[in-house]
């Protein structure tokens, strides 16, 4: 089905490693996001892209590196760690321009940093 | 960016309308308010959104008062289901990232 997918839906990694979280969508929107949750919080903003190598910064972007260099994939990468980072992942597109420019997001990915 | 003010949290009666309120006082002329829902741990779900007229759909109506600078989201006949964390935010136009706030946690009771 169309839709965005990311993966994996649970990830448990140790301090110092490097982790990727990924993110797909089949619905070719310009507009990508990150954002993060947690326990008992709302969700705050990473990073976002425009388009194809495009990125910036959102709310609390260190510690996380984007890139996008396909339109349908935004992938999301710890490269050190922290117990800090431990939270829930939440992907979203968006198509804008239209007159339903609405998020769409992601099951989220469950990290744990132990 | 355009900041929200929510209330942590409110009840409703199953059946009734549920009245939920937002503040954005520093709205910009071209942003947009949306309201997006949050079940358990799901991800968040589009409910509405709007510029400057109030609008409705299936899932609820949108209030937007003339000076933009507060709206209300309308569930007009809540069920068990409604229960949920309803976050509004305000973008779209010249600033296509969407700040997410605390948001409500709504309680339908029985």
């Known amino acids: 089905d169309a839709g965005i997918t990311q993966s994996p839906r649970y990830k448990i990694t140790e301090t110092g490693r490097q982790v990727t979280l990924m993110c797909h969508q089949t619905?070719?929107?310009?507009?990508m996001f990150w954002y993060r949750q947690d326990l008992g919080h709302g969700l705050r903003l990473i990073y976002y892209s425009a388009a194809a190598d495009i990125t910036d910064k959102g709310e609390v972007p260190d510690g996380y590196v984007v890139s996008r260099s396909k339109t349908e994939n935004f992938p999301l990468t710890l490269e050190s760690a922290t117990r800090s980072q431990t939270s829930v992942y939440f992907c979203?597109?968006?198509?804008?321009?239209?007159?339903?420019?609405?998020?769409?997001f992601g099951s989220g990915t469950q990290l744990s940093v132990l | 960016d355009a900041k929200t003010t929510q209330p942590p949290s409110m009840d409703c009666a199953e059946g009734r309308a549920a009245n939920l309120p937002c503040n954005h006082s520093?709205?910009?002329?071209?942003?947009?308010v949306y309201w997006y829902r949050q079940i358990h741990s799901q991800g968040p779900q589009y409910i509405i959104h709007?510029?400057?007229n109030n609008e409705t759909n299936e899932m609820a109506s949108l209030i937007i008062t003339e000076d933009r600078k507060s709206s209300t989201l309308i569930l007009p006949h809540a069920t068990l289901r409604d229960t949920a964390v309803y976050y509004c935010?305000?973008?779209?136009?010249?600033?296509?990232?969407?700040?997410f706030g605390t948001g409500t946690l709504l309680a339908v009771q029985p």
């Open positions: 935010i305000v973008g779209g136009g010249a600033t296509n990232k969407l700040i």
């Open positions: 619905w070719s929107h310009s507009y």
């Open positions: 709007g510029l400057k």
């Open positions: 520093t709205i910009s002329g071209n942003e947009y």
């Open positions: 979203a597109s968006r198509l804008v321009g239209s007159t339903n420019e609405k998020l769409f």
